[in-house]
């Protein structure tokens, strides 16, 4: 079965810095969604990828699916703590609707 | 935002007691999903539902048994709770054409 695996696990960063997190699929991606979710709160999409070298971008944040698809990095530009909370990348199992899910990272932001 | 409300938000119940939790949507997407959130774990897939009756396991499915009468509402059942399904319960639906899962606010579940 596929897993996805994220790096790192937690992360702490000043105000400011840029970060990266990333997601590490055991098998080919056929689109890849990463979730924002706040402490207690339900998952906020963010964006989702496709396409072998796609990148997107929203506000402070992009995301690229790397050319052999099975990984995809998620990059936070000047951090804010409004970024804190937990991300998590997602997937379809290729011919499937049973979405994975990573282990998600936990990011806190010190003002 | 998608119109989705899980109940009750939380719950405490005794090991051995039967559990109901609901996820309403008025989207009328056909895909609906039961998962559960724990530590170190991230998001497991439960059950899911393709359609009005029809459901399928997921990764972990063992003590849990699902239902879908109607497109809007998709029930999760622990038959008889264990201490193992404290957790946290997210319901997410679902529709091609759309890119994303829409998810609920999640239910706090402890078995005590």
């Known amino acids: 079965s596929q897993e996805l695996e994220q790096s790192p696990q937690s992360l702490i960063v000043q105000e400011g810095k840029n970060l990266t997190i990333n997601c590490t699929s055991s098998k080919t991606l056929y689109g890849l969604y990463w979730y924002k979710q706040k402490y207690g709160e339900g998952l906020i999409f963010l964006m989702m990828?496709?396409?072998?070298?796609e990148e997107k971008s929203h506000e402070k944040i992009t995301a690229k699916l790397d050319e052999k698809k099975q990984q995809s990095s998620l990059h936070i530009t000047a951090s804010q703590p409004s970024h804190a909370g937990i991300y998590l990348c997602?997937?379809?199992?290729?011919?499937?609707?049973?979405?994975?899910f990573g282990t998600g990272t936990r990011l806190k932001v010190l003002a | 935002d998608a119109g989705i409300t899980q109940s009750p938000r939380h719950k405490v119940t005794e090991t051995g007691t039967p559990v109901t939790l609901r996820c309403h949507q008025t989207e009328n997407h056909r895909y609906m999903y039961w998962y559960r959130q724990d530590p170190g774990h991230g998001l497991r897939l439960i059950h899911y539902s393709y359609g009005v009756k029809d459901t399928d396991k997921g990764e972990v499915s063992d003590g849990y048994s699902v239902s879908r009468s109607k497109t809007e509402d998709f029930l999760l059942t622990l038959e008889s709770a264990t201490s193992s399904q404290t957790s946290v319960y997210f319901c997410a639906t679902f529709d091609r054409g759309f890119y994303e899962q829409y998810f609920g606010p999640g239910t706090r579940l402890t078995v005590t």
């Open positions: 990828l496709q396409k072998g070298g």
């Open positions: 997602g997937a379809p199992p290729s011919g499937t609707y049973k979405y994975i």
